[in-house]
């Protein structure tokens, strides 16, 4: 077997999602953060590339897309113990995308749904990957890295999110110069651009706006090729969509394998209902019961306006993650002096990820734009809030 499982989440009893990998990285390097939204609904198990994060077996056979949706079956396999052949989940981006309509072409019966992501039935030519197969040959996996951290992030990423890409560009360099190799040529002879048709299974294909390796128009291909397909488009992501957009993309992942309709085609009831979940996620099971519990004839219209038009209309849309939602809502409570919404969104935003320190740097900001006498309050409210989490 030339795939290597790496879990990362979820209980065993949960439904089984498989995430397929990019080129030049690791499992984990490129799927851990969206996993961690993923791990309530799915057991998440990622794989590895041969040569590849955790899979450090040489490689000794020629590497075929087929072969890898092969092994990635016997995976499944020898990790659950089952008379009968286990579906699952499946979501992969680039070359795990090409994997991933392998699958759906050997075993639709055993993939329940699938979200390729920055990928296509067709990626690069022939000519390009001999060429990068024979540089990394020559010069090893150190000799592409300035080349992909040009090619995998959108405008700015590198600036925000250091830590991720710096883990990403690192499992590049780390990884095996033959595996490496290995799947350049698989991917040189991958072509199933006139098999499209042949999937039934549903495909939601997301593009990243900013991805110069597989441009959306190869995904628009696979959306309108299958029997059932979708195109989301994300902006500001370009190749590595699962680590640039972690968030989004495992909302996408649930909403697809769930059957969720697009946000368009939702009933009121839907959008309230999604709202809801969000609003526990950001603000607790403990604030949110107490809200509804207090309600009264009189304030209940309103509750239920605001689950249905601010949790539900605003923060489940998929333009900005949360964090980012979270400096925007932060920044505008301190304008306009709303000072008991303010504590609740210090304790949202460290919820969403936000460190002491970024909320330290709104709250600077918010000086200059908004005027020191706010800013001021602001921090002495925020200031008790993080004591009270012990955060500071």
């Not at 890898?68 to 052949?85: G, H, I």
């Not at 329940?112 to 990957?129: H, K, M, N, Q, Y």
Request: proline residues 5%; hydrophobic residues 45%.
């Amino acid at each position: 077997m030339t795939v290597t499982a790496v879990r990362l989440g979820g209980r065993p009893d949960l439904p089984l999602l498989l995430l397929g990998p990019s080129l030049g990285t690791s499992a984990t390097a490129l799927w851990s953060d969206a996993a961690r939204h993923l791990a309530q609904d799915f057991q998440v198990v990622a794989w590895d590339l041969p040569g590849h994060g955790s899979n450090r077996t040489p490689v000794e056979d020629p590497v075929t897309i087929a072969s890898l949706a092969a092994d990635v079956l016997d995976l499944v396999d020898a990790m659950v113990e089952s008379f009968t052949p286990v579906s699952f989940h499946y979501a992969g981006d680039s070359v795990g995308g090409a994997v991933g309509l392998q699958l759906l072409l050997d075993a639709p019966h055993r993939v329940a749904s699938a979200t390729l992501l920055c990928t296509g039935a067709r990626i690069g030519t022939v000519e390009s990957w001999t060429e990068r197969a024979e540089l990394v040959g020559t010069s090893g996996t150190p000799a592409v890295v300035s080349a992909s951290a040009q090619r995998w992030f959108g405008p700015g990423f590198l600036d925000r999110e250091p830590d991720r890409g710096s883990a990403l560009l690192h499992s590049l360099a780390d990884a095996r110069d033959d595996g490496y190799v290995a799947v350049c040529r698989a991917l040189a002879a991958f072509d199933v651009r006139d098999r499209l048709g042949e999937i039934k299974v549903p495909v939601l294909a997301v593009a990243g706006a900013e991805d110069v390796a597989t441009p959306t128009d190869g995904l628009a291909e696979i959306a309108d090729g299958v029997a059932d397909g979708r195109l989301v488009v994300l902006d500001g992501v370009a190749h590595l969509a699962p680590a640039e957009a972690p968030e989004v993309v495992a909302r996408l992942i649930r909403g697809h394998a769930h059957g969720e309709p697009d946000r368009d085609d939702l009933t009121v009831g839907q959008v309230r209902e999604q709202g809801m979940a969000v609003r526990r996620e950001v603000l607790g099971d403990a604030h949110v019961d107490r809200a509804t519990a207090a309600a009264t004839d009189f304030t209940r219209d309103f509750q239920e306006f605001i689950t249905e038009y601010a949790w539900g209309g605003v923060w489940t849309r998929p333009g900005l993650d949360r964090r980012a939602r979270s400096i925007v809502t932060l920044t505008a409570l301190v304008a306009r002096g709303h000072h008991e919404e303010l504590a609740m969104h210090v304790r949202a935003a460290r919820t969403n990820g936000l460190s002491v320190e970024e909320i330290k740097e709104v709250l600077l900001q918010t000086a200059i734009y908004c005027g020191v006498p706010d800013a001021n309050t602001a921090f002495r409210i925020a200031q008790q809030v993080l004591a009270e989490l012990g955060d500071a």
